[in-house]
């Protein structure tokens, strides 16, 4: 039963354009988001994150967005650069909720795909 | 934050011996690091919590007679991985947290059972 769901597994975006990923969570008691990206055989980069009192978090070229009614958060980069290719994780932790050092549920990934 | 040092990056057994991995944290004295497992094309999926000094926490489903973590020091935590079989095979990548950098993980490790 996955709790993080990415329901794409590729996106293809043109250069300078945005990318928007999306990702769906089902557990309620989640009130932490992250996004991390990742190359093969490395380790995830972290990206950006959000509590859930927000809706929304920017920095430089990403931003988050939480609905927290629909449970549903999306990760837009804007302007799309070659670089920013490579799997996206979608991410989510009950911070808050009590859950302490719980670790992170992940989502299935997208892979990114920036074409000149 | 403090950076994650993965030990091997990659790794080929056979079947039925002992892999042992090794996670170190530089920098960062932690108490509790996170081990996760990664199949191709699926999420990263947690497999054990271990905490310096006692016993590891493991999610369900993971056998800890088959995963074993030691986590000795504030700085080390290894997994080994006991009698490993093909459907061992996989990337395993360990992470610690911390209050103000929240999740920094290692560089991951491929193990390959032949």
């Known amino acids: 039963d996955q709790q993080v769901k990415q329901n794409s597994p590729s996106l293809s975006v043109q250069e300078g354009r945005i990318s928007i990923l999306n990702c769906d969570y089902t557990?309620?008691?989640?009130?932490?988001f992250l996004w991390y990206k990742k190359y093969p055989a490395e380790g995830p980069t972290f990206l950006i994150s959000?509590?859930?009192?927000?809706d929304k978090n920017e920095d430089g070229r990403f931003t988050v967005f939480l609905n927290k009614s629909a449970k549903h958060l999306s990760l837009h980069i804007v302007p799309s650069q070659p670089g920013d290719s490579a799997v996206y994780f979608c991410?989510?932790?009950?911070?808050?909720?009590?859950?302490?050092?719980?670790?992170?549920?992940f989502g299935k990934g997208t892979h990114l795909i920036i074409q000149p | 934050g403090a950076v994650v040092s993965q030990h091997p990056s990659w790794v080929i057994c056979k079947s039925g011996t002992s892999v042992k991995i090794e996670c170190r944290s530089l920098?960062?004295?932690?108490?509790?690091m996170f081990w996760y497992r990664q199949f191709p094309k699926q999420s990263l999926m947690l497999m054990a919590t271990?905490?310096?000094?006692?016993?590891?926490?493991?999610e369900q489903g993971v056998e800890k007679d088959k995963f074993l973590i030691n986590h000795a020091s504030l700085t080390l935590s290894t997994l080994t991985v006991t009698s490993a079989h093909p459907e061992d095979s996989s990337f395993y990548i360990c992470?610690?947290?911390?209050?103000?950098?929240?999740?920094?993980f290692g560089s991951g490790t491929r193990l390959t059972v032949v």
């Open positions: 992470s610690i947290k911390q209050d103000n950098y929240g999740y920094t």
């Open positions: 271990s905490n310096e000094g006692s016993k590891a926490t493991y």
């Open positions: 991410a989510a932790e009950s911070m808050y909720s009590g859950g302490g050092a719980d670790g992170l549920t």
């Open positions: 959000i509590s859930s009192i927000k």
């Open positions: 920098d960062f004295q932690a108490t509790t």
């Open positions: 557990n309620s008691m989640f009130d932490y």
